[in-house]
T-cell receptor, first 115, second 111 residues
Framework: DAGITQSPRHKVTETGTPVTLRCHQT?????MYWYRQDPGHGLRLIHY???????DKGEVSDGYSVSRSKTEDFLLTLESATSSQTSVYFC????FGAGRGDTQYFGPGTRLTVL | KNQVEQSPQSLIILEGKNCTLQ??????????LRWYKQDTGRGPVSLTI?????NTKSNGRYTATLDADTKQSSLHITASQLSDSASYIC??????????FGTGTRLTVIP
């Protein structure tokens, strides 16, 4: 998985609790992304980062926040988890930005269940 | 509305047979089209990428075609193997960090 790890790999939590997912890369890529994958939907972009402390919103950013204090780490936080945030979350990285021919490399995913 | 539609949703084929997966898109402007393979429980992995001017690209037993005029792409798998069992996702790229993902075709190869 191209030097990308995600933690935890599985998590079950209760509605209303905060949750933080971590993505760690060893490739020194500038861009990092968080996606969610749900049945019947394509991968949907939540947030992305184009450098340390530089982030931007994606298509489905409501209810999520991110932080990137180091090149190698990108955190996704659900401030107060809801059942609609039950999903599989993927982190991805790219060198000069997806969408312009650069390849995105995806992590193994985190399966989150909100009860 | 920018959309990427894939068909069929799922497909079962015998090992050794060929198959073709379809991708139709209404995304504009168009930059690149990419096919990903996603094994169960894993993240997607890029198979091929085609620019507007390319109409075919191969990667081993995988051959992707693109007709930019009709906004259609296909992924042809030759001599299928059990390890080809996966979801195949079509993605249209329109520019910086702007991608449209299809919902994928789930392929099952049986012995």
């Amino acid at each position: 998985d191209a030097g990308i790890t995600q933690s935890p790999r599985h998590k079950v939590t209760e509605t209303g609790t905060p949750v933080t997912l971590r993505c760690h890369q060893t490739e020194n890529h500038r861009y990092m992304y968080w996606y969610r994958q749900d049945p019947g939907h394509g991968l949907r972009l939540i947030h992305y980062s184009y450098g340390v402390k530089d982030t931007d919103k994606g298509e489905v950013s409501d209810g999520y926040s991110v932080s990137r204090s180091k090149t190698e780490d990108f955190l996704l936080t659900l401030e107060s988890a809801t059942s609609s945030q039950t999903s599989v979350y993927f982190c991805a990285i790219s060198s000069f930005g997806a969408g312009r021919g650069d390849t995105q490399y995806f992590g193994p995913g985190t399966r989150l269940t909100v009860l | 509305k920018n959309q990427v539609e894939q068909s069929p949703q799922s497909l079962i084929i015998l090992e050794g047979k060929n198959c073709t997966l379809q991708c139709n898109y209404t995304v504009s402007p168009f930059s690149n089209l990419r096919w990903y393979k996603q094994d169960t429980g894993r993240g997607p992995v890029s198979l091929t990428i085609m620019t507007f001017s390319e109409n075919t690209k191969s990667n081993g037993r995988y051959t992707a075609t693109l007709d930019a005029d009709t906004k259609q792409s296909s992924l042809h798998i030759t001599a299928s193997q059990l390890s080809d069992s996966a979801s195949y996702i079509c993605v249209v790229e329109t520019g910086a960090n702007n991608l449209f993902f299809g919902t994928g075709t789930r392929l099952t190869v049986i012995p």
